[in-house]
């Protein structure tokens, strides 16, 4: 277990809606990211939190978008859901310092129909 | 876009076997680790290898890295059936944010 908790575990949204997923990062950690697993692909990092502020973001539309609150936990929300959205979105967290290891939530499946 | 790309993509043993996987990369690092997945859920941190290492070891795991040719590897030693999974590198240029590869499949059959 890696005190990271993710939820929900699994989801199934229409296209065109809207969704939130949820993460609680591992305690004395304030860095949170979020990745995108598509099947049989690697993780691709979608954006980084720190202290409540965006601190880096990958190749994402603006409608991926998120939020860390002061208890360093995080959302990730994504609007007007296409089909391509489909994928296991992971939540890390780690101390924001250079060598660090993250930490894994077990993911969100979402399932876009 | 994926900075590392694993070799083999697939990779089928018995028990008792050692196990080897490779991962190139394409720009300078500070860091690179291995992850593993199981049946698609999170990822486990197995090992972290700095830019100023050669070789690292954790239990059956030996990580080596090689920053001229920009490639590592990854080595389990007497394999066990639990070690079938999806093992992924991912390397590290600012702080904290992974790049990841594509992955590799190991099998590990009784």
């Known amino acids: 277990e890696t005190g990271v908790t993710q939820s929900p575990t699994h989801l199934i949204k229409t296209r065109g809606q809207q969704v939130t997923l949820r993460c609680s990062s591992q305690s004395g950690h304030n860095t949170v990211s979020w990745y995108q697993q598509a099947l049989g692909q690697g993780p691709q990092f979608i954006f980084q939190y720190y202290r409540e502020e965006e601190n880096g973001r990958g190749n994402f539309p603006p409608r991926f978008s998120g939020l860390q609150f002061p208890n360093y936990s995080s959302e990730l929300n994504v609007n007007a859901l296409e089909l391509d959205d489909s994928a296991l979105y992971l939540c890390a967290s780690s101390a924001n310092t250079v060598n660090t290891e993250a930490f894994f939530g077990q993911g969100t499946r979402l399932t876009v129909v | 876009s994926q900075q590392g790309e694993e070799d083999p993509q697939a990779l089928s043993i018995q028990e008792g076997e050692n196990a080897t996987m490779n991962c190139s990369y394409k720009t300078s690092i500070n860091n690179l680790q291995w992850y593993r997945q199981n049946s698609g859920r999170g990822l486990v941190h197995l090992i972290l290898i700095r830019s100023n290492e050669r070789e690292k070891h954790s239990g059956r795991l030996r990580v080596t890295l090689d920053t001229s040719k920009k490639s590592s590897s990854l080595l389990i030693t007497a394999s066990r059936a639990a070690d079938t999974a999806s093992y992924f590198c991912?390397?590290?240029?600012?702080?904290?944010?992974?790049?990841f590869g594509k992955g590799t499949m190991l099998l590990v059959s009784p």
């Open positions: 991912a390397t590290t240029e600012g702080y904290s944010t992974l790049t």
